[in-house]
């Protein structure tokens, strides 16, 4: 187990990333308060993990619901030793044209005051606990924080954002307290919300066919599952791995960044030159 005796605190762990990286972290010996605005969520995840979980329902906008989650991880687990900054909202690629005047203002505010302010108070309310650990943080980004059409203006600029906040974050908190951020692209068994003031709080994510748009585009061929996609935060909380890592953004997207000028490679480049009867070594399936 490569957490063992760690304790994390995880934002909107009650569903989604959040949910499996809640479930990996514990698998590896870690124990996770959770800071979630889902109480269903949150029952749920105490039913399954009992003791190694402590959640607390809040609303990663406002600063005291950080501080509760905060005070919670430390009187159950003694301490905090790494934030994993995750909640969000999508807007479902609204284009700035398509989104009504009277409604922008309101919009912008929302999608900031979750997937930015969030954060950033998030932060905030760890530093005394991380502070006294020498821990970690670790931010959930997005392709959108690299890349066009993840989303529209207000969701992709909420993500660039965080990118800055990422590195800002690194310079002023080391050598104390590592920074670091994780942009997924696409994923499956997520539950991702749209904005309310877009009416589209009640959306999930799963009503789209994402697998198969992404499984077209993507240099790896296929979408990952939020559970495929903990495995870098086991490695970015992990104290002994990552001496080094600090202000350091993983591109964790299914290389959307190298898919091509027209379309992915789609495998034909060694297909074609490595018969698949001939390839020396091969193990059979
Ligand atoms: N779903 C996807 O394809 C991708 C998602 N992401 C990012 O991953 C992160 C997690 O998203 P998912 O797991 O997909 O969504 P999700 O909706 O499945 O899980 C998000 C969790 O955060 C909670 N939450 C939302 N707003 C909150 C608030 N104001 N206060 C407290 N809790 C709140 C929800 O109740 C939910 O439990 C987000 O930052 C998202 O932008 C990044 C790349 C792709
Ligand atoms: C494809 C996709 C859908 C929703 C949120 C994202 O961050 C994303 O990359």
């Not at 909202?89 to 005047?101: G, K, M, N, Q, R």
């Not at 559970?227 to 964790?252: D, K």
Request: proline residues 4%; aromatic residues 6%.
């Amino acid at each position: 187990m490569q957490l063992k005796g760690e304790v994390a605190l995880v934002t909107g762990g009650a569903a989604g990333l959040g949910r499996a990286i809640v479930d990996r972290f514990v698998s590896e010996g870690a124990s996770v308060a959770v800071l979630d605005r889902s109480p269903a969520g949150l029952a749920e995840l105490k039913e399954a993990h009992g003791d190694a979980v402590a959640v607390v329902e809040g609303d990663v906008r406002f600063l005291d619901s950080h501080r509760e989650a905060v005070a919670k991880c430390v009187e159950t687990f003694g301490k905090l030793d790494t934030l994993i900054g995750n909640a969000g909202v999508w807007d479902y690629s609204t284009a700035l044209v398509d989104i009504p005047d009277d409604t922008l203002s309101e919009a912008f505010d929302e999608m900031f005051s979750v997937n930015v302010k969030g954060y950033l108070l998030g932060a905030k309310a760890c530093l005394p606990a991380l502070y006294a650990s020498k821990g970690s943080m670790t931010f959930t980004i997005s392709n959108a924080g690299f890349y066009t059409s993840g989303g529209g203006a207000l969701y992709t600029g909420s993500k660039h954002a965080v990118v800055g906040i990422v590195k800002q974050l690194a310079y002023e908190l080391g050598p104390h307290i590592r920074v670091n951020g994780i942009a997924p692209g696409g994923l499956g068994g997520s539950d991702l919300r749209g904005l309310k003031a877009l009416n589209l709080q009640d959306t999930s994510i799963s009503s789209i066919p994402l697998a198969d748009m992404l499984s077209q585009v993507l240099p790896t061929g296929q979408m990952a599952t939020a559970t495929e996609s903990t495995g870098a935060y086991v490695l970015f909380a992990t104290r002994a791995e990552t001496v080094p890592l600090t202000g350091s953004i993983l591109n964790y997207d299914g290389g959307l960044g190298v898919r091509g000028f027209t379309e992915a490679n789609r495998g034909s480049l060694l297909d074609d030159h490595f018969a698949p009867n001939e390839v020396v070594g091969r193990v059979a399936p």
